[in-house]
């Protein structure tokens, strides 16, 4: 078991437990000081330990002899807002878990899928300039001046990694890189205008040539709503002047556009479509309903594709088997059988 200390210590941080917290949930069958001489790697369990541990950390045996494939170079994650440091953690382990499944299949399908950062040059010192490279990004990337679909999908496109992870609800998204390679990790479960709102907001925090002292966290937010709302889209739906708007005008934008009803109220702010001290009651109705339930509902599909996409892919052309794509996607056995087996049926016709 060469590598079970390794896999324990993430296991373990990647479900947010303590030593003590992994003890209780194996019924004390395991002492916190055993659990802590396993992850120092001086001391080896026996195979009932082993089985109780993975039903607990809900992986297979095997999991804690694998080699990692790659050996990730560090890679750190600023604090953000109030996640709790070990919580940051979890986050943190689980990216890198998927971040090592993701390389492994790049590898497998000899990809070299790389970035290019074509607004990086561009100094961005306040909110209008974020505004402005935002329009400039969506021309270099051809995207159109139109509400966009699953942009999570389309930054993957691009060659970023998008990973969602299970995590706390008050995170919405980080970013970091890792080597040269921009990854993007965003909450699983949050709606998908906050997402799709999250995954611009870190695509600001990767791409933006912010200068030292400006406010990062506005100019990213208007960076993100101006890549979702391109152009003139606000102006042509409220108009150049208001002294009041309604939630069901910003939540039929929402509809169409895809980003939260905080966000556009705050644009429509930023381009002085309304005066703060007039949109200041809309902030405080919102202040208690951070995920907008009630107000209007986006129905697009946001969802990364791609690595499942390459999995199937490997299985389609015998590079792996059923059980590996299983531990590679963390789907159990008999369900990706039962498509596989659709698949042939159909081919057989």
């Not at 109780?52 to 804690?64: C, D, G, P, T, W």
């Not at 953690?89 to 070299?112: G, H, P, T």
């Not at 208007?222 to 002047?241: C, R, S, Y």
């Amino acid at each position: 078991m060469q590598y079970f200390a390794e896999r324990l210590k993430a296991l373990r941080k990647s479900h947010g437990l303590s030593l003590q917290d992994l003890a209780d949930k194996c019924d004390h069958t395991v002492s916190k000081q055993a659990l802590s001489k396993y992850e120092a790697g001086v001391m080896q369990p026996s195979r009932k330990i082993l089985d109780i541990l993975a039903k607990v950390l809900k992986v297979r045996v095997s999991y804690f002899d694998t080699q990692p494939i790659f050996k990730l170079p560090a890679f750190e994650f600023k604090r953000k807002g109030d996640i709790p440091v070990k919580q940051l953690e979890s986050i943190r382990e689980k990216v890198k878990d998927m971040f090592e499944r993701y390389l492994q299949v790049e590898s497998l399908l000899a990809i070299q899928f790389k970035f290019s950062n074509p607004v990086r040059p561009i100094p961005v010192a306040d909110e209008l300039a974020a505004a402005d490279v935002a329009t400039k990004l969506l021309n270099k990337w051809d995207l159109g001046w139109g509400a966009l679909h699953n942009v999570s999908g389309m930054l993957e496109s691009k060659g970023l990694r998008v990973i969602e992870v299970e995590s706390p609800a008050i995170f919405d998204g980080l970013s970091t890189y890792v080597g040269k390679i921009p990854v993007i990790v965003l909450h699983k479960d949050r709606p998908a205008d906050i997402k799709r709102f999250a995954a611009m907001y870190e695509l600001g925090q990767l791409v933006l040539n912010i200068t030292e002292g400006a406010d990062r966290h506005k100019i990213c937010e208007t960076f993100a709503a101006a890549m979702l709302l391109p152009g003139d889209a606000l102006e042509t739906h409220l108009g150049n002047k208001r002294i009041a708007i309604a939630p069901g005008e910003l939540s039929t934008i929402k509809e169409q556009y895809g980003l939260p009803m905080g966000a556009i109220m705050q644009q429509a702010v930023f381009k002085e479509i309304i005066d703060r001290k007039n949109a200041n009651g809309f902030f405080k109705m919102l202040a208690d309903n951070a995920d907008e339930t009630g107000l209007g509902v986006y129905t697009g599909q946001e969802k990364t594709y791609r690595f499942e996409r390459m999995v199937y892919r490997l299985v389609a052309e015998d590079i792996i088997d059923v059980e590996k794509a299983a531990d590679l996607t963390g789907r159990s056995v008999e369900e990706l059988q039962r498509e596989i087996e659709v698949f042939e049926a159909v081919a057989q016709e």
